[in-house]
């Protein structure tokens, strides 16, 4: 990997982590208020598989939505703005934190029910199969507690029958909510779940971006030759709670021991370590994105909010609308 290409990989973590540092700092402030599901720990995963598609390829998301949007190309001042439930949002103000798509980056569907982005992607990446010339590939990301979700197994089966070029990217932080993962799952990984659908499994350090990157290349690859699905197993932390306000059943120590391996803070120690960054270029990095990230909030704040007539726009197509109005407008005789 060209040192290009590990900087552009550094920016995309750093990116992420300072957008999230200033939702914690908003929430402190009153601003914004307790929530929201922070990707922090989860980074290098988001940006080595990122790193790994192309701009036409697809995603579908889970709760920890906004770092995904940014990773994608996201526009900083739309996601914050669609934050603070304004109209210039990237989706007008009206799906928040959680609910958010975006077709212009290939963000196709982001949902706060588990695992539902699943089905989502297969049924996109089997479109894009039959319908599709250029090979494209749909990563679906999801956390470790989802693979015990029965629309898992169902989508991973369909898509290893019809060898769907669709990457299942598990972010494994061996946490679902608060509960061990050994207490609701029996297998030791979750990679070797895919065994069981003829699905090639990998398991990777996902605190590790270069490593994830490298297992992402390979798992696109093989799908864009029709090679089928993977399932990346990614084992990380999660360095925050499951969401901001949810009380944290580890204890301080453990959070304490999970913050050594924060990916940020390890991939700029391995950069600074092979003389490949040095801190002049980290505090460049943080001063560029923090005032990107502040830019985002004053035009948040100085945005409108949506119109009440707005509320209902977007549910149906043109059609169903005029239908809905017709039946509005009838009456018995």
């Known amino acids: 990997m060209r040192d290009k290409e590990k900087i552009e990989l550094l920016r995309d973590m750093m990116r992420i982590r300072i957008f999230e540092e200033k939702i914690l700092e908003l929430i402190q402030q009153k601003e914004l208020e307790l929530g929201f599901h922070l990707l922090m720990g989860h980074e290098g995963i988001m940006a080595g598989v990122s790193g790994a598609l192309r701009n036409d390829d697809y995603i579908t998301s889970n709760h920890r939505t906004m770092g995904r949007y940014l990773s994608r190309g996201g526009d900083t001042k739309k996601i914050m703005a669609e934050i603070f439930g304004k109209e210039t949002g990237v989706c007008q103000g009206m799906a928040g934190e959680m609910l958010i798509a975006d077709k212009s980056i290939g963000f196709l569907f982001s949902s706060v029910t588990v695992a539902a982005g699943i089905p989502v992607a297969v049924g996109a990446a089997l479109a894009l199969q039959r319908l599709s010339k250029n090979n494209q590939v749909v990563a679906c990301f999801f956390g470790d507690g989802a693979t015990c979700n029965g629309i898992f197994h ?67 690859e093989r799908a864009r030759q029709g090679g089928g699905p993977t399932l990346i197993d990614a084992t990380t932390v999660r360095l925050r709670p499951h969401k ?79 239908a809905f109005a017709r039946a509005a407008n009838f009456r018995f005789r």
């Open 154 to 220: 169902e989508a991973m089966n369909v898509a290893a029958v019809n060898k769907a070029p669709v990457l299942f990217v598990c972010e494994n932080n061996g946490l679902s909510i608060n509960i061990r993962q050994s207490e609701w799952m029996s297998t030791l990984t979750v990679a070797e779940r895919a065994s069981a659908y003829g699905v090639k499994g990998e398991r990777v350090d996902g605190t590790d971006v270069e490593a994830v990157n490298g297992v992402a290349r390979l798992a696109v």
């Open 244 to 322: 901001e306000g949810l009380a944290d059943n580890r204890s301080a120590d453990e959070i304490k021991e999970d913050w050594k391996k924060d990916p940020v803070g390890l991939y700029i120690k391995k950069l600074e370590d092979s003389k490949q960054i040095d801190q002049n270029l980290v505090k460049k990095l943080r001063s560029e994105l923090m005032a990107e990230v502040n830019e985002a909030v004053d035009y948040a704040k100085a945005s409108s909010f949506p119109k009440e007539s707005k509320l209902m726009d977007n549910l149906y197509s043109e059609q169903m609308s005029d």
